[in-house]
């Protein structure tokens, strides 16, 4: 049982690059979020997903746009990366109305 | 709006020290949810505890305990006998929603434990 993993760990960007971040969980959830983490700031929910083809936006929605074809996957997308999207960005899972379960983050540098 | 407000922003205690990490929150829902998380130094996110704001009883698991006031809005979180391997940073949590797409996070407390 791997949880959440996401792909890739390590990712640098210059500015005007595209991108995918790649979000896959094996615990059957329903709902999966997209965060970003910046210092002092804690973490705010870019978009989420309470179901398969849904996606909804979250307080930071701008710039990023997401997509839930499969249950277990939620991928992340920057379509023209900006210096301000430079952040370590987390995604998480959660069973309805219980607590999220986060993967390991993926620092991204856009340059 | 709902905020969540970790004032401490970095802590450092002697191992075997008793430690409190602060959080208040605000919201206008009278139903809602309070985390706490941990961050170690790996960098994941490890989910230590949810509370209904129905449930006002205080939490103990292990070393740990949860103080959870509505009077003050209020979740503090206490560690007994502080470990070095309780180094990181914690961070405090609201949601209104059952399927928490309204999560707020506090900015996060750094905890350092000294040998």
């Known amino acids: 049982n791997a949880g959440v993993t996401q792909t890739p760990k390590f990712r640098v960007l210059k500015t005007g690059q595209s991108m995918t971040l790649l979000c896959a969980q094996d615990m059957n959830h329903e709902y999966m979020y997209w965060y970003r983490q910046d210092p002092g700031m804690g973490l705010r929910l870019i978009h989420y997903s309470v179901g398969e083809g849904t996606t909804a936006k979250g307080e930071v929605p701008d710039g990023y746009n997401v997509s839930r074809l499969k249950k277990q996957n939620f991928l992340l997308g920057l379509e023209s990366a900006a210096p301000s999207q430079t952040s370590v960005y987390f995604c998480?899972?959660?069973?309805?109305?219980?607590?999220?379960?986060f993967g390991p983050g993926t620092r991204l540098t856009v340059t | 709006a709902q905020k969540v407000t970790q004032a401490q922003t970095e802590i450092s205690v002697v191992e075997k020290e008793d430690v409190t990490l602060d959080c208040v929150y605000e919201t206008r829902d009278t139903t809602y949810y309070l985390f706490w998380y941990k961050q170690p130094p790996s960098g994941e996110l490890v989910f230590l505890i949810r509370?209904?704001?129905?449930?006002?009883q205080n939490e103990i698991s292990g070393r740990y305990s949860w103080n959870f006031q509505k009077s003050t809005s209020s979740f503090n979180f206490t560690i007994t006998a502080s470990q070095v391997v309780d180094s990181a940073v914690y961070f405090c949590a609201l949601s209104a929603s059952y399927n928490n797409n309204d999560m707020r996070f506090g900015a996060g407390t750094r905890l350092t434990v000294k040998p």
């Open positions: 509370r209904n704001s129905f449930d006002e």
């Open positions: 998480a899972s959660s069973a309805q109305g219980y607590e999220q379960y």
